[in-house]
């Protein structure tokens, strides 16, 4: 693997079990939604992908228990993406590109999309997240659609006129 290509989740879960077993470490599995926020440290897989780097930074540590989880593609990810859809407003041929996409991600449900590792380390949660390319796309279509949907507060139609616009009858 070169140093800048990102493993597949889908095999790479298996390889870092065996791994933390081959290294004494204990596993504790766990579900994504559960990891904590704050006083996080996400490590940089784009720029360093190698899970042995980082288990080899919680041993140097001295962590013993490693948290563990996989995650794989559910269906109703991508029907809730497609129902987003129904609601964006598109012209015609963007809504047929989106749902041509989506139609492709689906052929992944049931896939690994996100693998994940971490350890706590004097009050701070070390965390190495791992998803693949698949999985970020249909993420960033998610986003748009959701902001297509829900446009955020703030934008220019929201904000008043600069000072100099102002006009005043008196």
């Known amino acids: 693997m070169a140093p800048s290509s990102k493993p597949n989740p889908q095999i790479v879960k298996d390889e870092i079990l065996e791994y ?3 290294e004494e470490l204990a596993v ?3 579900e994504p939604e559960m990891w904590p926020n704050e006083r996080s440290v996400w490590w940089d897989t ?3 992908p190698d899970y042995k780097r980082f288990i080899l930074a919680g041993k140097t540590a001295g962590v013993r228990v490693i ?3 996989d995650e794989d593609l559910a269906e109703e990810t991508i029907a809730d993406a497609e129902d ?3 609601l964006a407003a598109l012209e015609p041929d963007e809504f047929r590109e989106y749902a041509r996409r989506l139609g492709e991600l689906r052929s992944y449900v049931g896939f690994t999309c996100r693998v994940g590792i971490g350890y706590a380390s004097e009050g701070i949660f070390y965390w190495f997240d791992l998803e693949a390319p698949w999985y970020e796309e ?3 279509m998610i986003e ?3 902001l297509l949907n829900f446009p955020r507060e703030g934008g220019p139609e929201d ?3 600069p000072i100099g616009n102002f006009y005043s009858n008196n």
């Open 20 to 22: 933390l077993h081959q």
């Open 84 to 86: 987003a859809l129904e």
């Open 28 to 30: 504790y599995h766990v």
């Open 138 to 140: 249909l993420l960033g």
């Open 159 to 161: 904000q008043e006129p």
């Open 46 to 48: 784009n720029r360093v």
């Open 67 to 69: 948290l563990y989880f």
């Open 144 to 146: 748009e659609l959701h």
